[in-house]
């Protein structure tokens, strides 16, 4: 199917005698927000580091925009965005630097970069803070930047790990609203969180136990299924099986 832009056939990570994700199978289509979902040690990391061309798959197979993994992992990094929790825009530069810096390295051209940058802080409204240290910013609204720094370059898919950890309710919210606006433009977004009201927000969610996906459905028809109320008891329940808790 075109509309496929990830697929994994018992996509398989061992590290020595530990084996991290075990046989995952399964396919993400255009413009979906899908929920990658797990507790800690559940193997989410290592499966997420694979699909960017991060580290190369044991056995199996995954194909992320067209690209093996493992044969073309550099054309594979150019076809996506990545954000993280952890990932920090360069604190000591201005707000327009940061993003001609990142339109660089995605390869864009300067004259492109300049047209999409005013763009970009009109629709952010961060006219203001152009040329605002970055470490000025408050979270939400570096969380917010970043981002859109992530899809700057208009990717098939973008990878987000954990994206709204240590921010408020509202700000999450508005995160979300652009997450939604990137999807609706047919950019897949690919979502790890340890929020389970976000949970709802994705189109369909997978839940891996310790290496498996146990569960992957929308989220109604997994409420449905373990008959709750919540995709948080849902997680609850499937987490409790977990045998490991390091990752």
């Known amino acids: 199917m075109e509309n496929t832009v990830i697929k994994t056939e018992n996509l398989t990570k061992r590290f020595g005698n530990f084996t991290a994700v075990e046989r995952i199978t399964f396919q993400v289509q255009r413009g979906e927000i899908f929920g990658f979902l797990g507790a800690n040690g559940a193997g989410k990391t ?29 054309n594979v990094k150019r076809n996506i965005g990545y954000m993280s929790q952890k990932f920090s825009l360069y604190e000591d530069l201005k707000v327009w630097e940061n993003i001609r810096l990142y339109g660089g390295i ?19 409204g961060f006219e203001n803070v152009r040329n605002t240290l970055v470490r000025s910013l408050p979270l939400g609204w570096k969380q ?22 240590g921010v408020d309710p509202a700000t999450r919210r508005q995160f979300w ?49 373990f008959n709750v109320e919540s995709m948080d008891e849902v997680f609850t329940r499937l987490a409790r099986k977990a045998k490991r808790t390091w990752e």
Not at 107 to 124: F, H, P, R, S, V
Request: glycine letters at 6%; aromatic letters at 8%.
């Open 46 to 74: 290592t499966a997420m580091r694979m699909l960017c061309g991060l580290i190369k798959p044991t056995s199996g197979k995954g194909e992320v925009a067209g690209f093996d993994i493992s044969r073309n992992p550099e």
């Open 106 to 124: 995605y390869g864009m051209k300067d004259k492109e970069i300049a047209n999409k940058t005013t763009q970009l802080l009109t629709t952010l």
């Open 144 to 165: 917010k930047l970043a981002f859109s720094i992530a899809i700057f370059h208009e990717p098939k898919i973008v990878f987000l790990d954990e994206p709204t950890g």
């Open 177 to 225: 609203e652009l997450i939604y606006d990137a999807a609706e433009r047919g950019i897949t977004v690919f979502v790890t969180t340890h929020y389970m009201d976000e949970a709802e927000y994705c189109n369909r969610v997978s839940i891996m136990v310790d290496g498996k996906i146990e569960v992957l459905d929308t989220p109604s028809q997994l409420k449905l299924q």
